[in-house]
């Protein structure tokens, strides 16, 4: 059974391009969440979704950051215009309900 | 401002012995706490959990221990293998199947051969 699936695993790209990371989540988990990794502040959670609704952005640093979930198998978080201090690991989650939240691979961003 | 903090960026542990994983949180509304372990280019995986009623859950090797007067939990594993050499994370979250974790920042543990 495949587990949550991130893409890509690793993105450079240079200051001011636009970012789109994406996620498909555990198929049967209706909630789905976005974590941004740090050396200093280690995993912030961003924005988390349930049933394709977002409930809680309190996390997303700066209007430059966006996140959708069009439907119950498919994310984005996209960062528009992008900036070097936004570089990080981006891990995406899935979980049913309050159980458990399993992780993906997550994807290595730089911005050069 | 971290409300769960891992003060320890790292930690050196040999084979055999116990490894002993601090955090501390401020926020005293976090019931629940969670310990996730990470190996590299992968995503954290739960490994642990406690609610504010106990004072020490155990799984095995893994024992967490709670004390709420100082804000504090520990995560030991004993006798420590290469296999535990990862990342952990220490998070709360209000009550247990809260969907919100703050997680700290991470304590990269090396167990030495």
């Known amino acids: 059974d495949a587990g949550v699936i991130q893409s890509p695993r690793h993105e450079v790209t240079e200051m001011g391009q636009e970012v789109t990371l994406r996620c498909k989540p555990i198929?049967?988990?209706?909630?789905l969440f976005w974590y941004r990794q740090t050396m200093m502040r280690g995993l912030e959670l961003l924005i988390y979704?349930?049933?394709?609704?977002?409930?809680?952005d309190s996390g997303m640093p700066e209007d430059r950051f966006s996140a959708k979930m069009p439907n119950a198998s498919f994310s984005t978080l996209k960062i528009q215009p992008s900036e070097p201090r936004d570089s990080a690991v981006y891990f995406c989650?899935?979980?049913?309900?309050?159980?458990?939240?399993?992780f993906g691979p997550g994807t290595r961003l730089t911005v050069l | 401002d971290q409300q769960v903090k891992q003060n320890s960026p790292s930690l050196s542990v040999q084979e055999g012995r116990i490894s002993i994983l601090n955090c501390d949180y401020t926020n005293s509304m976090f019931d629940y706490f969670l310990w996730y372990k990470k190996y590299p280019a992968e995503g954290p995986t739960f490994l642990i959990s406690i609610s504010s009623i106990k004072d020490k859950n155990e799984d095995g090797r893994f024992t967490v221990f709670l004390n709420k007067s100082a804000k504090h939990l520990s995560l030991h594993i004993v006798p420590s293998q290469p296999g535990d050499s990862a990342v952990y994370f220490c998070a709360a979250s209000a009550h247990q199947g809260a969907q919100k974790l703050v997680f700290g920042q991470g304590t990269r543990l090396t167990i030495n051969p």
């Open positions: 198929s049967g988990h209706n909630s």
């Open positions: 979704f349930n049933n394709n609704v977002p409930i809680d």
């Open positions: 989650a899935s979980s049913r309900g309050g159980d458990e939240q399993f």
